[in-house]
């Protein structure tokens, strides 16, 4: 009966993982007011009829803080990732030389700051919704065993202590990166 419980406890902590990993790469695309390749991460162009990424066709390098340099290996493509870059919803404007394509964040207002740490603060509550959501299934599967005669009362009693415990750990992880991602939008 514990390897049920532990079936239980393991497949609460990868959706814990899940969760967790999900918050970490919505942070990367956000854009903090200087120039950071994952931000690109989501644009797909369209390579001879086929969705590309766009890391996928191009080299990304941050030559300065607030500029990102896109090289695209095939100079054909050139106005296609521009249009597709233009189209996203990144927000900045792409500038192309005919070699290499520069985009250039603008320094964030204050006004603009608050909004994001808003949508931080919305994906760190969208990832504990998610968490309390691991949580509830993993507690009701241990009721569903006790109920079928598995596991007795204390086994029970135990193996959610064990569950909950899981959650604030994770709820931890979660606030951490919150915070770290919201220093970081705020800072000049």
């Not at 996928?56 to 090289?71: K, W």
């Amino acid at each position: 009966m514990q390897n049920d419980i532990d079936e239980i406890l393991m497949s609460c902590q990868e959706e814990l993982d899940k969760a967790c990993n999900h918050q970490k790469n919505e942070y990367l695309v956000i854009r903090a007011g200087r120039a950071n390749p994952h931000i690109l991460d989501k644009i797909y162009i369209d390579y001879y009829g086929v969705p590309t990424p766009l890391n996928q066709m191009a080299s990304i390098s941050v030559p300065e803080a607030r500029i990102l340099a896109i090289s695209v290996w095939d100079a054909t493509q050139i106005k296609n990732v521009v249009k597709a870059i233009a189209a996203s919803d990144i927000g900045i404007t792409p500038n192309d030389d005919g070699k290499i394509i520069r985009l250039i964040f603008p320094m964030l207002t204050e006004e603009r700051r608050r909004e994001i740490v808003k949508n931080v603060k919305k994906i760190s509550e969208d990832t504990k919704v998610a968490i309390r959501g691991a949580r509830r299934d993993a507690m009701d599967m241990l009721k569903d065993l006790q109920k079928e005669g598995a596991i007795s009362e204390d086994e029970l009693a135990s193996a959610e202590k064990e569950v909950q415990k899981l959650i604030d750990i994770y709820g931890d992880k979660i606030e951490d990166a919150c915070k770290a991602k919201e220093k970081e939008i705020m800072e000049v």
